[in-house]
């Protein structure tokens, strides 16, 4: 039985009638750009994020740039960010004529480690965007605290962390940060926590919509004003364009899409933990093979373990000859990316993680039965038998 890395057809099979009438209801109204359904969705989400302002965007590249912009971050600034995420993050700290500056990760959550950052800290850093990567909530109150000390700006990339709280356990941490600050944001949900949190709903995200879509949270009256002024041309008022914008909303579809899925993101994730569960004692005693840590809050976008001992790149093989799909994000740190070359010295355990890193098909709704196969086919690749045959 062939194993993609995602199948989002049983989502959508479980709620194929309510979409088809939210679609439909779009189509009747006429109203394709903003109106209520973007409104109505807004209010969700920053209901259910527990945030002031909540505001619909292109896509989740788009929310970093706004992001960054609304918070007035350009030209002669420096970024502080992982190399190990997809290159939007980086991408958008170039892109509004910022520096992005590189700060290795821990190699036990994957995400930026607080002691790197503050080695990074120059008169011109102006930010820190962590990214949770995998769906995994960076050390926050660590990074909190250091942005506090050094006033800057702090820029959650929560693309891939949707529905993702953070309860102040952070692999990455030996406890360097206070415990007043943990208890403050005991729970917060990701990208609540610094000045900007920018989210993605492209469709293998774990809030998905049907194409591309983004959106920006703040609980600052002010960055939100200018967030929504600059996704519609600079403009508060139609044709009284004020600064230099873009053109960058969430589709009145999508949002439509999304207010019926956002109901049921909390079980999905849910569902994401378990099958992480069930993946991580399965793996237990698997030679050669590092299985993630199963951090409270955790939303698991992605299923991710190290391969050991070089031979990452022959087990994806392996499974890629079973029938099982998997996928290495990301091979590349952001700061060794031909774009950057020569601009960046290597960060070593980004690199070397990138050489290690494994994900594997995960979905809510993913049957035992596969998980099992998926398993059982690593299993026999662990056990070396498999490279012959595939070399
Ligand atoms: C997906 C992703 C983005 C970009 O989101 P888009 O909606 O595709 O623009 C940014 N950062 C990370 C970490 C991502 O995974």
New binding site residues.
């Given amino acids: 039985m062939k194993i993609p890395i995602l199948d989002l057809k049983p989502q959508y099979e479980s709620i194929k009638e309510e979409i088809q009438s939210a679609i439909s209801s779009v189509l009747e109204s006429g109203q394709f750009i903003m109106g209520p359904e973007v409104k109505q969705f807004e209010q969700e989400v920053a209901q259910y994020l527990d945030v002031k302002h909540a505001i619909g965007v292109n ?3 788009d929310a ?1 740039v706004i992001g960054l912009k609304a918070l007035g971050i350009g030209e002669g600034d420096e970024v502080i960010t992982t190399p190990f ?2 290159f ?2 980086a991408e958008s700290i170039s892109n509004v004529g910022a520096k992005p500056v590189f700060a290795d990760i821990d190699s036990r959550s994957f995400n930026i480690n607080p002691e790197a950052i503050r080695a990074k800290i120059t008169p011109r850093t102006k930010a820190i965007m962590p ?1 949770h ?1 995998y769906g995994c909530p960076a050390a926050m109150a660590q990074i909190m605290e250091i942005a506090q000390a050094h006033d800057l700006k702090v820029v959650e ?1 929560c ?2 962390s949707f529905g993702a709280r953070y309860y102040g356990v952070c692999s990455s941490c030996n406890g360097g940060c206070s415990e007043s600050t943990r208890n403050a944001l005991n729970g917060k949900h990701t990208g609540t926590i610094g000045d900007v949190g920018a989210y ?3 469709p293998s ?1 774990n809030l998905g919509a049907y194409g ?1 879509g ?1 959106l920006i949270a703040t609980n600052d009256d002010k960055i939100a004003e200018m967030a929504q002024m600059l996704r519609i041309h600079g403009a508060k008022k139609k044709y009284h364009n004020e600064v230099l914008g873009y053109n960058s909303r969430l589709d009145t579809l999508q949002a439509a899409v999304l207010r019926v899925k956002l109901p049921h993101l909390d079980a999905w994730n849910e569902g994401r933990r378990r099958v992480a569960k069930t993946y991580n004692e399965l793996l237990k005693d698997v030679p050669g093979i590092i299985t993630p840590e199963l951090v409270d809050g955790h939303v698991f976008h992605q299923y991710t373990i190290r391969v050991l001992d070089g031979k990452r790149d022959e087990v994806k093989e392996y499974l890629a000859s079973e029938g099982i799909g998997s996928m290495i994000y990301y091979p590349i740190p952001q700061d060794q990316l031909p774009v950057y070359k020569g601009l960046y010295e290597v960060n070593p355990v980004s690199e070397s993680l990138g050489g290690e890193v494994l994900s594997l098909p995960i979905w809510g709704e993913i049957e035992e039965m596969k998980i099992e196969q998926v398993v059982d086919n690593l299993k026999q690749a662990s056990a070396n038998k498999v490279y012959e045959s595939v070399l």
């Fill in positions: 896509s989740g590249t970093l995420s997809f939007a993050t990214v990567l990339d693309a891939q993605s709903f492209f995200k591309d983004g």
